[in-house]
């Protein structure tokens, strides 16, 4: 059995119905193989990483960046995941009011100084909520878990 993380910071109804909706998908019952756990950023740890074989991370934009809390999450489990997490398959959920790019630039630094894979473009969910966002989470979702089933990612 895969395991498929989703590490998230969702303080507002509209981004809980974003996670809610990758968390619908990546439980799609036509994925078998794959054990999808959610753990707030708060929460998240970096034995909770080494055990995933991917991960979805989802934030607001706060000021033109990721939330404080999925920063924390980086700057606790940082050097612990550091060398032993290369190439872990990884989506980006943002939930933007302005446009997401300052958020998406940070997120992926971090990224990329951790040598994770982003497998998918940045979902960046921009400007007033939409009920299309929704849908696109659910797709996200599933995407990354079928995508781990069937060693895609």
Sequence with gaps: MKLLLVIAHAPSPNI????????????NSDVNGVEVRFISAL????????????????TPENLGYM?????DFFD???????DKTDALPCAILIRAGNDGTGTRRAIESILTGLRWKIVQ?????RG????EFV????ELGLFMAASLEAGII
């Design 16 to 27: 809980q119905r974003l996670i809610n909706a990758v968390l619908k998908g990546a439980n």
């Design 43 to 58: 929460e998240a740890e970096a034995d909770d990483v080494l055990t995933a074989d991917a991960v979805i991370l989802g």
């Design 67 to 71: 939330s404080g809390a999925l920063k």
């Design 76 to 82: 606790r489990n940082y050097y612990p995941c550091l």
């Design 121 to 125: 473009e940045p979902l960046i969910c």
């Design 128 to 131: 007033a909520f939409k009920e």
């Design 135 to 138: 849908d696109q989470a659910e």
